[in-house]
């Protein structure tokens, strides 16, 4: 055991942890600055680690857990990162993106966010017990790749054919898309009946089905329930009330950009509050209990391997460190120590309420399903209202700080819900807490490296904020700030979604009251008003085929295997958008690439193809 254990951080898994954490980081930020959501990537991590550490004779079961918790560490910060500081290029408070601010930004909320969840590991993994679906999943994995090795299985090596496939296959469809234009991006439609507007449609991307397989039913149901509020309530009543003018498509997307979309707002807001709320009890006690456990445990010697946390006395030198960077970031914006000073210790509070409810919710529904969205804007609407009473409305920086507390907010809570599932995984394989904790760190900065190039690159070929690639939840904290600010933001539809979240609210308790496995998180509902319609639909066919998947009789194997081939399409897809988008970042020229003309009746067959690719490989044959 002990010596196992030594062989936890190798060479070869530092480096194989450091180059996946840069990888993933870049898939998982153009995929959700094209979807609007994100996905864990431990489980694809491990299946990689497994697949290439095989080829070294002494590897062993804790080293390929290190390279999947500093894989999946950079995974979860390009969330935090492009969920908010694009909104700062998109506010125009940023002409381009600087490599250097967005690196500093993702580096300062990241560590942060380690930080913060190491006294949450015993509170929440040993004390409260919480179930962290994906760490146990995770685990699964690296036990089942563990046990073929010892029975000179290639069952690791199959799972990274599935992957390699998978994202062979998605990234060709990407390429013939989005490089050489052979289709359209979306089918959809809309009809006007009786002077209201109804519209329906769908992305034509594998990574979208892959998202809905991976968050599963209900998450998929939820998702376009929400998605069906919008266009097949709101958006008909307000244009039968209101009118419209023009193509009906064109204008019920008018009509959700402008209005509309804003449900989702309020929706958001009032979950995230609500997250909060019911959160914070068993938050606190589960905390105390922990920081009571560590000042029991005096004599570092009695503490075994598997339960050595980070010194907690290094873990609060290097917070109030991390103070003066945190400081530095916003008196450079707002020019004013005593404003910078309140902003540290607002960012300090909000990042550590919310990471600890990032942890939590991450142990009930998981890292994909967790609510960042929804506590980022509670935040930037709570500062921007406070900057608005100290700065007024005249200022010009209030609303790109509020963002900015919001992205370093953003970060360190992204970074909790995905740290809380590596150390459960970590607790079931016997790795040791602070080794991973310091993968974690090593993970966070490998991947902050890079995604200020990955968004400069996406940035100059697509135009973020763009139709091609929308940045929908930046899109959401730049028009939350700014609106406080200019005082345009429409409150109406904000209150109207608020009010839609208790309705939400109260369904769930009922729902938690009766036992009922169906549950209603008012953010999942929220997420779907505030996405198109067409991202929410592929997203519940994927929830679909995973749940006729398991309804055929199908067992773990194809579960897995249906989880392996999501993954390689969403990484394939995702990588492929970032490489199409090289040569046009090189020579600045957005027609780079040749267009050899659109045959969409092509993209909608391969579509379903993959569709029935993926069902046939989830479902009892």
């Not at 980081?25 to 990689?48: C, D, E, K």
């Not at 040791?432 to 902050?448: D, F």
């Amino acid at each position: 055991m002990s010596n196992n254990q030594s062989n936890e951080i190798t060479v070869k898994a530092l480096f194989l942890g450091v180059i996946l954490s840069m990888i993933l980081a870049g898939a998982n930020a153009y995929l959700g600055l094209f979807a609007g959501m994100t996905v864990s990537a431990s489980i694809p991590a491990a299946v990689i680690s497994m697949g290439v550490l095989s080829l070294f004779r002494n590897s062993n079961i804790r080293e390929n857990n290190i390279v999947q918790t500093a894989a999946s560490a950079g995974e979860s910060l390009a969330a935090g990162v492009i969920f908010t500081i694009p909104a700062l290029v998109l506010l125009g408070y940023w002409e381009t993106f600087d490599y250097f601010e967005v690196a500093k930004i993702a580096a300062i909320g990241g560590v942060i966010g380690v930080l913060f969840t190491v006294p949450l590991r015993r509170a929440l993994i040993i004390n409260a017990k919480l179930k962290y679906p994906e760490g146990i999943a995770t685990a699964a994995v690296l036990k089942a790749g563990d046990d073929a090795k010892q029975n000179q299985s290639n069952e690791a090596g199959g799972g990274l054919g599935t992957i390699a496939l998978t994202s062979l296959t998605g990234g060709l469809m990407k390429l013939l898309q989005q490089g050489f234009g052979m289709w359209q991006v979306e089918a959809a439609g809309a009809r006007a009946v009786g002077g209201s507007i109804f519209g329906i449609g769908t992305d034509l991307s594998p990574a979208l089905i892959s998202v809905g397989y991976i968050v599963g039913r209900n998450i998929g149901i939820l998702v376009v329930g929400g998605g069906l509020i919008s266009w097949a309530f709101a958006i008909p009543i307000y244009s039968a009330v209101v009118g419209f003018e023009g193509d009906p498509l064109d204008a019920a997307f008018n009509i959700w950009t402008t209005k509309i979309r804003y449900l989702g707002v309020g929706a958001m807001v009032v979950g995230g509050v609500w997250s909060l709320i019911k959160l914070f009890k068993p938050l606190i006690e589960g905390i105390k209990a922990s920081l009571k456990a560590l000042k029991d445990n005096n004599l570092e010697k009695d503490i075994p391997l598997e339960e050595k946390d980070m010194p907690i006395n290094y873990v609060g030198i290097a917070l109030a460190a991390l103070l003066i960077p945190v400081f530095l970031l916003y008196i450079g914006i707002v020019d004013s120590v005593i404003i910078a000073a309140l902003l540290t210790v607002v960012m300090m509070i909000f990042g550590f309420l919310f990471s600890a409810v990032a942890a939590y919710m991450a142990g009930v529904v998981g890292s994909s399903n967790n609510p960042i969205s929804g506590v980022t804007i509670a935040t930037i609407l709570f500062t921007s209202i406070l900057l608005l009473a100290l700065l007024g409305t005249g200022s010009g920086v209030g609303a790109a700080s509020a963002i900015m507390v919001g992205a370093v907010v953003c970060c360190a809570a992204a970074i909790g819900g995905d740290n809380l599932q590596d150390l459960k995984a970590g607790q079931i394989v016997g790795a040791t807490p602070w080794k991973q904790q310091v993968m974690q760190i090593v993970g966070t900065l490998s991947s902050a490296i890079v995604l200020g190039l990955v968004l400069d690159i996406l940035h100059t070929a697509y135009t973020i904020g763009s139709p091609t690639l929308s940045a929908p939840q930046a899109t959401l904290m730049k028009s939350v700030a700014d609106g406080v600010f200019n005082g345009n933001l429409p409150w109406t539809f904000v209150y109207i979604g608020g009010a839609i979240a208790v309705i939400l609210i109260l369904i769930d308790l009922r729902q938690e009251k009766i036992g009922s496995d169906f549950r209603v998180p008012v953010l999942a509902v929220a997420v779907g008003i505030y996405l198109p319609i067409t991202l929410t639909v592929p997203i519940f066919i994927g929830g679909m085929v995973n749940h006729f998947g398991k309804t055929s009789g199908a067992g773990d194997a194809e579960e897995k295997k249906g989880l392996l081939m999501s993954s390689g399409f969403i990484t394939g897809e995702a990588l492929m958008g970032i490489l199409v988008a090289v040569p046009i970042f090189l020579s600045g020229n957005k027609n780079w690439w040749p267009q050899l003309g659109e045959f969409n009746w092509l993209g909608i067959v391969l579509f379903v193809g993959m569709i029935g690719w993926l069902y046939k490989s989830v479902s009892k044959k």
